[in-house]
């Protein structure tokens, strides 16, 4: 097609705008990048306009290995298996409070190089195309967590009683929220895009796993996540949140804790969930610790339950959606093969894509866990490394293939 020179001109200067507009995209994405950020519409997870459906997995790890510069092929060795199988979405943590390899050595003061860490990880997944899914707190004392918190305040001298003051002790409070904003409002050393600027985030997490002795029936978790919701949504409106929940039902609906496997956390699935700045409910599952001695069929029956009851609070009361966040079946349960890994997975990726067909709620699951080679160091017996279990490799990219299908199913008109 022929063009006039005023036309050429305009036309190769058109060129050069767009051209240094996606360069620039990943540097300045406040408004180019906008439509890039997950959000929600009633139970469903959209990305610029469409139902987003997605087959995840968890690496809480990824940070912590990064950190040392010649270690981070495993990640990149990781992003590049997930890929491969049609993995998504990435949990992994945003935090190591104290002790050896920390990110946050004190309140409020932190090792430039693990942060670098975490900013390589970020950065390696907005290269791969993955959401990550970042949890900045830990219930346990894994990676310091909240006992870490609770020791640094007792150590300034503040009087308290346990672990369940991470909840209630105005310093320990702004001790979290400091780091919440710390890490919020991080520039990435590597891409230099503010961490609460960058789509590849899709998702803060208030805290892994909440559990709480001093209050079973939920409300004292359920001020703090109150709270800690609104201040982080007063620095960061650009992404979803959630708080980290396992599932457990408490006093708001006491019917619902029959669905519990016996006893009680310190969480309300219900009300922790409707708080209004809490963006997607989700539940972890590990029957065979929670049920341990109990048969496979046992186990089996009580997790379809767990999935069926939780799906149906997400569309009818909470009315958001719903990601199965962890579940796994460990090597070093009696009788454990592959193969009943691998059915085990089956069933549950069976339900995940059923339940989302049937109206909605449930947006994705996130196995626990992928590693790469050579990392035993980590390995906890759920661990599972894509390139020695083809079989299992198989059934994730099967699972990949149909929430993805189904994706584009539900965004016809």
Not at 155 to 160: E, L, T
Not at 309 to 320: A, E, F, G, N, P
Not at 390 to 407: D, V
Request: net charge neutral; with cysteine.
């Amino acid at each position: 097609m022929a063009f006039s020179n005023k036309s050429s001109y305009i036309l190769r200067v058109t060129l050069l705008l767009v051209v240094s507009l996606v360069i620039c995209e990943g540097r300045y994405p406040s408004s180019f990048n906008k439509r890039g950020f997950v959000t929600t519409r009633g139970t469903l997870f959209v990305l610029n306009e469409s139902p987003f459906l997605f087959n995840g997995f968890n690496s809480y790890w990824m940070m912590h290995v990064a950190a040392e510069p010649s270690e981070r092929y495993k990640v990149s060795n990781v992003f590049r298996d997930a890929i491969a199988a049609g993995l998504s979405v990435c949990r992994t943590w945003a935090f190591a409070d104290g002790g050896d390899h920390a990110l946050q050595m004190s309140p409020g003061v932190y090792d430039e190089r693990v942060f670098q860490g975490l900013d390589f990880v970020i950065s390696e997944a907005r290269k791969y195309g993955i959401r990550l899914i970042l949890s900045l707190v830990n219930n346990y004392n894994d990676f310091g967590g909240r006992p870490q918190y609770v020791s640094w305040a007792k150590n300034a001298g503040i009087q308290g009683d346990d672990d369940d003051d991470f909840y209630t002790s105005p310093i320990i409070k702004q001790y979290y929220k400091d780091h919440v904003k710390s890490v919020l409002t991080r520039y990435n050393t590597i891409t230099g895009v503010g961490y609460k600027d960058d789509s590849t985030i899709m998702a803060w997490e208030l805290i892994n796993e909440p559990r709480c002795k001093a209050d079973y029936s939920g409300r004292m978790i359920n001020g703090w996540v109150q709270e800690m919701a609104s201040y982080v949504k007063s620095i960061d409106s650009n992404h979803l949140l959630e708080v980290g929940m396992e599932g457990f039902y408490g006093d708001s609906m006491p019917e619902k804790k029959q669905n519990n496997p016996g006893y009680q956390v310190g969480t309300d699935f219900i009300a922790n969930n409707l708080i209004k700045e809490i963006d997607f409910a989700t539940i972890h599952a590990y029957p065979d610790i929670w049920l341990s001695g109990q048969s496979d069929h046992s186990q089996m029956h009580f997790m379809q339950r767990w999935m069926t009851s939780h799906w149906m609070d997400s569309r009818t009361i909470l009315k958001k959606p719903l990601v199965f966040a962890e579940f796994g079946k460990s090597s070093k349960d009696a009788g454990y093969t592959v193969s009943a890994r691998d059915t085990f997975m089956s069933t549950v990726y069976r339900s995940i894509h059923n339940f989302a067909k049937s109206g909605g709620g449930f947006g994705g699951g996130l196995l626990w866990q992928l590693m790469g080679e050579g990392m035993e160091a980590y390995h906890d017996g759920y661990e599972i490394v894509l390139s020695k279990t083809p079989s299992t490799s198989a059934l994730i990219l099967g699972q990949s293939k149909k929430m993805t299908l189904l994706a584009h199913v539900l965004s016809r008109p």
